[in-house]
């Protein structure tokens, strides 16, 4: 698993390890590498996106527990800010998830 940041070269691998635990559900254990990303550069908005990420659970419809607090998280990553459009992007994506989210639907949050 790669998934290219724009910040700290140094945050790179624990960046690509938060991403694969979070690929493979491994929900808790994500939320604190991407902890770690963000103790290895402050600077890294994708850290705080991965951790909003985190709070999502279980990315379909039906009963979940929120990890976290995907909502202060995506505020600390837009607060970061993001170096490239992609990563723009997949802040943006995390955020409209969240926005509402205890006025709309789940999927309707997940298809925007």
Do not use: N
């Not at 994500?30 to 963000?38: M, R």
């Not at 419809?61 to 800010?81: E, N």
């Amino acid at each position: 698993m790669h998934f290219e940041t724009s910040r700290s070269a140094a945050a790179q691998p624990a960046l690509d390890r938060a991403v694969a635990m979070l690929h493979s559900f491994w929900f808790q254990m994500a939320l604190g590498a991407f902890g770690e990303v963000a103790k290895i550069d402050p600077t890294c908005g994708r850290a705080h996106w991965g951790q909003a990420m985190t709070g999502w659970a279980i990315p379909w419809p039906g009963p979940r527990s929120h990890v976290g607090s995907p909502r202060a998280a995506v505020q600390r990553a837009k607060a970061m800010g993001a170096k490239t459009p992609r990563e723009m992007a997949y802040i943006g994506a995390v955020e409209a998830f969240y926005k509402d989210a205890d006025k709309v639907d789940h999927r309707i949050r997940a298809l925007a």
